[in-house]
């Protein structure tokens, strides 16, 4: 288990933060207001059996120049029944938060995904994307997640993939998902807002897509275009025992006031985000979204510098785990204390 007794910046000097040890907890929600946020380097679940929480990863461009794989955090091939929740992830250069290849059993929830950097070396590279779920993952969970201010790939589900995509919102993009011809995927309760093109579906490609309460607004899919352009199956391939969707017309509602490291905290970047979504500040550019898109991270004030705020923690010899369920509700929810 990692847990911080101290608040802050931790700048990873361009190389990966790889978490190597399996049945890891990085308990974010641990610290002191306003919490982490890795900076200029990659967080990377490369082990099995893990939890992230509560923490924020904003990459931007690396000092090699690499595009593929420079994501703010993803999990490595191979890994198995890994979970990130309540992450802010932002200012990838490949995507912002994507599933390995081969993986099993991946649940990306309740977490804050935006602003891909569509020219961060100067060269016209535009990999403004959010989350790619890689060739051959199965059982992969998202669940509840905010994507915004992206071209494409929210997600994009690759071959042989099984997954479910369930009471998401997402504001402001281009193309959003993509899946391929081998892939299964269950989507029910997603939100989709800020749409560039109403004339084309939301969920394209050639896999097999069961789809129920998808919606869209401001503005609305053409009255003669569907959700889903793929091929529809009436039974849902892949549903997680005991997941219950919300409706689709409470998911902005509730990812806004629920997504991200800490929504009962939330300073500086994460609050500008979602005051740009509720405020839908990026309508007017729907016709010029690289006008509302980012190039580089500096067009939004550059790397945040948090304060190194300190406390003591005392952990527990039994009841860990309600112990940290304790301090994530604090920073979820406003009127909840630490234990």
Known sequence: ???????????LGGETLQITNDHCWVAGQTAPSPGITFIKGAVQIDA?????????????????GDIQGNDSLNTQDGTTNNVVDHVSASWGVDE?????????????????????????????????YCT????????VALLGNVWSKARNRIPRLKSETRSVVVNNFTYFFDEASNTDSSAET??????????????????EGSGTVYSEDNTTADPQLDSDVSFVEPSTVDEKPLWPSGLSAMSSSEVESHNLSNAGARP????????????????????????????????????VGGY??????????????????????????????PNASPP
Do not use: K
């Open 186 to 203: 269950t989507w029910v309760g997603n939100r989709y807002t800020g749409l560039m093109a109403p004339g084309e579906s939301i969920v």
């Open 48 to 64: 099995d059996n893990c939890i992230v929480q509560h923490v924020r990863s904003r990459v931007g461009p690396g000092p090699d």
């Open 132 to 139: 790619l779920v890689g060739d051959g993952a199965d059982h």
């Open 264 to 299: 009962a905290d939330r300073m500086g970047n994460d609050q500008r985000i979602v005051s740009e979504i509720r405020n839908r500040a990026g309508n007017d550019s729907l016709d010029s979204p690289y006008d509302y898109w980012i190039a580089d991270l500096d067009d």
């Open 1 to 11: 288990m990692v847990v911080f007794e101290t608040s802050g910046t931790i700048d």
């Open 96 to 128: 912002c938060m994507s599933v390995g290849y081969d993986t099993d059993n991946t649940t990306y929830a309740n977490n804050l995904i935006y602003e891909g950097l569509y020219d961060p070396y100067g060269d016209g590279s535009d990999h403004n």
């Open 304 to 333: 945040p510098s948090l304060p190194e705020n300190t406390h003591t923690l005392d952990v527990p010899s039994s009841g860990l785990r309600d112990w940290l369920e304790q301090w994530a509700l604090a920073v979820e929810d």
